[in-house]
């Protein structure tokens, strides 16, 4: 499908690292991704994988006095993102990218009303708007997130935590972005509101056409909602292929096998859940080779000292020295 | 059947609020038999957390009972109430709030027994605590480090071996693996398994999460808005939810494979009420897609089938009350 | 599983004290060393101040033919206005400045920590009893209330210093409280109760470390303030009585030649600015050496 559809985001070889004083974090190591128009590219890893630094890297929003971008390049669309002046990034947050933050409480401010903190979003990037346009354009898009316009002079806590992250949702979407990046939207709601929220947004991209990057720890989530899956792991991507390739066969990196047995299965009933022995590598200290090999029940000697290249499968990338043969194939 | 571990009656727990009472726990029953996982299931603000404390005393009920192999522990003197501690303990969500960061981990492991005074000889603790740390996985080598030199699930372990100090029969466990990585609340997991396993323990496991609590639990209770509204043995609860609200859970936890992909989800409608000064009726009718008009006006009760499965609904109501 | 995993170096448990690791990490900070050292100067001149200079002979005699004597090397700080040794009257001074600034907090963060500690521990009734009564005597300005107080008792050293810390007590009550409130809700504490700790061992063991940072920090300020209030009530002649020589009596004895022998003021000005300075330095100092978490 990848020859067919149009390329929206390319990142290419990116390294992001936050350097202090005393050390440095080591958060985005070497990784190439690409996501198409329309698609939903789900975002997987534990803590500490990088998932959100890559986010922020295409907001072009780390930190300024220690993040940085070392190398690599991200396209969105024509626009270079790397190489543009903050005011042109500004111009283009909101307008061709947003972003949703985890926690929905504090993404709010407190002391304005909902609906003009959505008309905020289209005074700065639709100045051609006149008032009245933008009052039927905010009424418009609280009704897509399944919000009554009766309530948009209403303050942030008048609203329960899945009406709040509705109006973030509202607020990311009133530019109509071309690319939505989505930080664990879900994650802090309960199951069942989880699941309203879940659905109005597959619903909102099918209706607008937006592209997504989820960015989630929940597999669950991502079975749901995503149409290609990247599976991240100390900076790295680690596996990448369509869901199905992801959820199916056994062509798979050996974190990801295991990300999956350490999950409680709820169809299945196990008598002990296969955990993943050791923790996350230090991020300041990445081990030389593979980053997995000190977790990987299937550490090899070469996996101790090189890393191991992409091997691509019809679109189904797995980094892992055990699939090097194939990968010449 | 023996005299279950631990058990309520009518435990009711209201705390005072500016607007009126909040009914954090309204007049729960439940019992666990020892050597077993009995798993509390609901969504924030549903009471749980409140229940596994006012069983622990840490909060004093309004009204009701708590019975440890059958004694009532409400009404236990304060002398009395350091014995029953001994006998049970709680196991934190949150690895980075429940470990005092200006103690050592032995510190920290050691502290129940000099508070209980168990052990008096320093050597004989430390060898305890060293023990201990074995067995809930941490290398002996940590034994001065500080928390925040240690990550969540090292930390995690901390506050199990803490928990496991004085030996206890009956642990409450408040969320321990909802702050956790995958890969980590694994290895929390099986650690618990096995504990349960090698002492014999009892646990109240205290979740949102339904996966996990299939996992562990012998018995499950579905709590929603301080009142239990169906309870039964793991499997027959997810073989055959009775209660809309536990279907509606079910159908709700996104499951990490294809098959359900495509599948269009029952979303239930609304959000969890307020707890204060509730409406008389079935606290879930408003969301209710089955709800029917007797679900508003009086509160259905918790009746038992043969098979030892309860539910609050009026769909089960005997005579049946048809939704016509 | 993980024969190969494990290539962590085991380092031998060494167990290190407490108070060690405390000295350790307030080594690594070299301003606060650098308080210390300052400190330690002005207690040990205070504390040997016979050795070094002569009270009767220097700090006490008029005389008046040496009045307004410059900065020389027999009187390394000149003489002031009766002709006494400004030196001599410095190194006795920071007897009274600093034993008064000390005692006065210990005593005030004693009582202000025990009434804090209660009302924040405990809440409602005994919470608002506690700080409404704190409340009304914050409203009355610090030094004016320990005016008002030294009026009462009487004038005398010691009865300044009462009236000093009764003064400062009710703000120690209120940092106190506002830190117990800030940890009191941690789950660490509910653990404690679980496992039957007594109120006491709870506040001592769990709250005051935790807490500790802002209290020390204010108790450091404090001394400087008390100092400074020394000075106001000397000024006022309740404080210390003259002769005794004391830095702010002597500041404020001199102020009228500020123009002609500008020394007379700003030695012992200077003493005071040192004394705050090296204390405020110390405080920060030890606020970071509490704390196991700031080790690197």
């Known amino acids: 499908m990848s020859s067919v559809t149009e390329r929206l985001l390319e990142i290419q070889n990116l390294d992001v690292i936050y350097k202090t004083d005393e050390e440095t974090v080591y958060a985005v190591n070497d990784l190439s991704l690409s996501v198409y128009k329309g698609e939903t590219l789900g975002l997987v890893g534990e803590t500490g994988a990088g998932k959100t630094t890559l986010a922020l890297s295409i ?256 679109g189904h990338q797995v980094r892992c020295h055990l699939y090097a043969e194939a990968a010449k194939d | 059947m023996d005299t279950p571990i631990i058990q309520t009656k009518e435990l009711v727990k209201y705390f005072k609020t500016p607007k009126g009472d909040l009914h954090a726990v309204d007049g729960v029953n439940l019992s666990i038999q020892r050597g077993q996982t009995l798993g509390v299931v609901g969504e924030s603000g549903c009471g749980k957390s409140t229940l596994g404390r006012t069983i622990l005393r840490l909060i004093e ?159 499950i209770m579905v709590m929603y808005l301080g009142q239990c509204v169906e309870s039964a043995a793991t499997d027959e609860l997810f073989r055959n939810p009775k209660h809309p609200y536990t279907q509606a859970l079910l159908e709700a936890i996104p499951i990490p494979s294809l098959e359900y992909r495509d599948k269009e989800m029952q979303v239930i409608r609304g959000e969890v009420t307020s707890p204060v000064n509730p409406k008389p009726g079935c606290r879930f009718a408003a969301r209710c897609p089955k709800a029917m008009a007797q679900c508003r006006e009086s509160d259905p009760l918790l009746k038992e089938d043969a098979a030892g499965h309860s539910v609050a609904c009026y769909l089960y109501a005997d005579p049946p009350i048809c939704g016509s | 599983m993980e024969h190969i995993a494990q290539t962590v170096v085991v380092p031998k448990i060494k167990k290190k004290s407490q108070l060690a690791s405390i000295l350790h990490r307030y080594r690594k900070n070299r301003l606060a060393v650098l308080g210390l050292l300052i400190f330690l100067v002005l207690v040990f001149m205070a504390v040997f101040a016979n050795f070094i200079a ?112 009764i003064a400062q007590v009710p703000q120690f009550a209120r940092i106190v409280r506002s830190a117990i409130l800030s940890v009191k809700g941690q789950e660490f504490i509910e653990a404690a109760k679980a496992y039957g700790s007594s109120d006491v061992r709870i506040i001592l063991r769990h709250i005051i470390p935790n807490a500790m940072g802002p209290i020390i920090v204010q108790a450091t300020l404090s001394v400087a303030t008390t100092i400074l209030n020394i000075t106001m009530l000397s000024f006022l002649g309740i404080g210390v009585q003259a002769p005794t020589p004391e830095w702010g009596s002597m500041m404020s004895e001199a102020k009228g030649q500020l123009r002609n022998f500008p020394y007379l003021v700003t030695i012992p000005g200077i003493f005071i600015a040192l004394t705050v300075l090296s204390l405020n330095l110390i405080g920060d100092g030890l606020r970071d050496a509490l704390d196991p978490r700031l080790k690197n």
Do not use: W
């Open chain 1, 59 to 314: 907001m072009k929003l780390l930190p300024e006095r220690t993040g940085r971008i070392l190398k690599g390049a991200i396209h969105l669309q024509e626009f270079p993102v790397t190489a543009m002046s903050e005011a042109d990034m500004r111009a283009l947050r909101g307008e061709m990218v947003s972003m949703i933050f985890q926690d929905p409480m504090t993404s709010l401010n407190p002391i304005h009303p909902i609906g003009m903190q959505i008309a905020e979003m289209l005074l700065l990037h639709k100045k051609q708007l006149s008032k009245a346009q933008i009052e039927e354009r905010v009424d418009q898009i609280l009704t897509l997130v399944g919000i009554s316009p009766d309530r948009k002079g209403d303050f942030p806590h008048q609203f329960s935590g899945g009406m709040k992250q509705r109006v973030v949702i509202a607020i990311a979407l009133a530019c109509e972005p071309q690319l939505l990046l989505a930080d664990e939207p879900t994650t802090a709601l309960d199951v069942t509101i989880q699941a309203q929220v879940l659905q109005m947004m597959k619903r909102l991209k099918d209706d607008l056409g937006t592209s997504m990057i989820l960015i989630t720890h929940d597999l669950g989530v991502v079975a749901r909602t995503c149409d290609r899956v990247a599976i991240m792991y100390a900076g790295e991507i680690v596996e990448m292929g369509r869901v199905e390739d992801l959820f199916q066969g056994d062509y798979h990196h050996p974190y990801t096998t295991a990300l999956f047995g350490s999950i409680p299965n709820l169809t299945k009933k196990t008598k002990r859940l296969q955990a993943i022995e050791g923790l996350m590598p230090d991020p300041t200290n990445l081990p030389a080779g593979c980053k997995f090999h000190p977790r990987c029940p299937r550490c090899m000697e070469i996996c101790q000292k090189e890393a191991p290249g992409a091997a691509d499968r019809k």
């Open chain 3, 54 to 165: 002569d009270y009767d002979g220097q700090a006490i005699t008029q005389n008046v033919r040496n009045r307004y004597m410059a900065p020389s090397a027999e009187h390394i700080f000149g003489t002031d206005a009766l002709g006494r040794d400004v030196f001599a009257r410095v190194v006795f001074g920071a007897r009274i400045s600093l034993s008064v600034g000390i005692v006065t907090i210990m005593f005030s963060l004693t009582v202000g920590s025990v009434i804090g500690a209660a009302a924040g521990y405990y809440g409602g009734k005994v919470d608002n009893t506690l700080m409404r009564i704190m409340d009304v005597f914050l409203a009355i300005p610090q030094t004016l209330m320990a005016i008002c107080i030294v009026a009462a008792l009487g004038t005398g050293t010691f009865k300044m210093l009462i009236a000093l810390s």
């Open chain 2, 61 to 219: 009920p309004t009204a009701g009972q708590v019975l440890l192999d059958g004694k009532d522990i409400v009404t236990c003197s304060r002398a009395e109430m350091q014995e029953v501690r001994k006998r049970m303990q709680i196991i934190f969500q949150d690895p980075y709030a429940s470990i005092n960061p200006r103690m050592t981990v032995s510190e920290i492991i050691a502290e129940p027994i000099q508070v209980c005074r168990t052990m008096t000889n320093k050597d004989e603790i430390n060898a305890y605590v060293v023990e201990l740390m074995r067995t809930v996985g941490l290398a002996e080598r940590l034994i001065n480090t500080y928390p925040h030199e240690l990550d969540g699930g090292r930390r995690q372990r901390i506050g199990v071996a803490r928990a496991l100090a004085l030996n206890p029969d009956f642990i409450v466990c408040d969320e321990p693996v909802s702050a956790l990585d995958v890969s980590i609340q694994a290895q929390i997991l099986n650690l618990m398994m096995d504990l349960q396993e090698s002492r014999g323990l009892t646990y109240m496991f205290i979740t949102h999460d339904l996966s996990v609590v299939k996992h562990i639990s012998d018995h």
